[in-house]
């Protein structure tokens, strides 16, 4: 057991000061303060505190040499404060769904960090069948890339909600090859029909290379095991060096454009970025298995 004491922990533009209590890696208490003399204790004072990040990449090179993952991983996840890889597999058909996940579960088990894997699909593949088999292998997010505004017709919906249930993995849009104006329409229906229908899902597309906020964690069952400070939950989080332009910017603005200041990054307890190295420890991720999307209440 050890404190850590004197936490800037960021959420919200806000900067709330406190001791975490960690004992096996994990977060057993937290307090505003502390007198506990009997244990060791790690001063962050100087440092502005936030939980590792989750970031989604569609095009991590897992089908080619273990040098290639292995630079994209230190380039895209471990220098940006990331310690979960969100990624897919991209389904033309619902039999490649097996054979496509263990293909990418076999590569990432290199992985120094933990990783997440949803699907991709056409439209023409939101089926009773296929949304079955999701919830079978438990995935957690379904990224529907749609290309033409017709596409979201004739889907029988009433189904689909039933076939999802219980497990809800989120119905996440991709809107590709249209103009703005018409990417906008597409997400407007979108999000008409899943409201109308009562269908698990974000009404807007995920930023890659980019922090996934807290609701979007939630939806696809990572929160609050991942991105949060909560008593039971892992320790993996980012020290940035404090500076009077950072003091009340929001978690976006810190992860964008200072990320000069960031200077250590901690998964499930231990270092594994400080300064500019990077301990690459391969295997050490895990496959993230979500138990219930959208199980906590925000």
């Known amino acids: 057991m050890y404190i850590i004491e004197n936490a800037h922990i960021l959420k919200d533009k806000q900067l709330t000061i406190c001791s975490l209590f960690v004992k096996n ?112 292998y438990k995935i957690p997010a379904i990224f529907i890339e749609i290309k033409e505004l017709d596409e979201l017709e004739g889907i029988p919906w009433g189904w689909i909600r039933e076939a999802m249930f219980p497990f809800n993995s989120p119905l996440i849009p991709i809107i590709s090859s249209l103009e703005k104006k018409e990417a906008r329409m597409v997400l407007s229906k979108w999000k008409d029909i899943m409201i109308k229908e009562k269908i698990p899902a974000l009404y807007e597309t995920i930023e890659e290379n980019a922090p996934i906020p807290i609701s979007i964690q939630n939806k696809i069952g990572l929160y609050p095991q991942k991105g949060s400070f909560m008593t039971g939950t892992e320790l ?47 295997g050490s991720g895990e496959y993230v298995k979500v138990r219930t999307p959208s199980y906590f209440s925000l």
């Open 25 to 136: 890696e994990q977060i057993t208490m937290v307090q505003k303060c502390t007198s506990h003399d009997q244990f060791m204790r790690m001063d962050l004072e100087p440092y502005i505190m936030t939980p590792s990040y989750v970031l989604l990449s569609s095009t991590i090179p897992y089908k080619g040499s273990f040098a290639a993952l292995k630079n994209y991983i230190i380039e895209h996840f471990l220098f940006k404060g990331s310690t979960t890889i969100f990624t897919y597999v991209d389904l033309s058909f619902q039999k490649e769904l097996s054979d496509k996940l263990n293909e990418i579960k076999n590569a990432l088990i290199s992985s120094p960090i933990d990783f997440i894997i949803g699907v991709k699909i056409p439209p023409k593949l939101i089926t009773p069948s296929l949304l079955r088999s999701c919830k079978k």
């Open 236 to 282: 993996s989080y980012n020290l940035y060096l404090k500076s009077k332009e950072i003091m009340k910017v929001d978690e976006e603005s810190l992860f964008h454009y200072h990320s000069n200041r960031l200077v250590v990054t901690v998964h499930k307890g231990k270092v594994i970025r400080s300064g500019d190295k990077v301990l690459f420890s391969p």
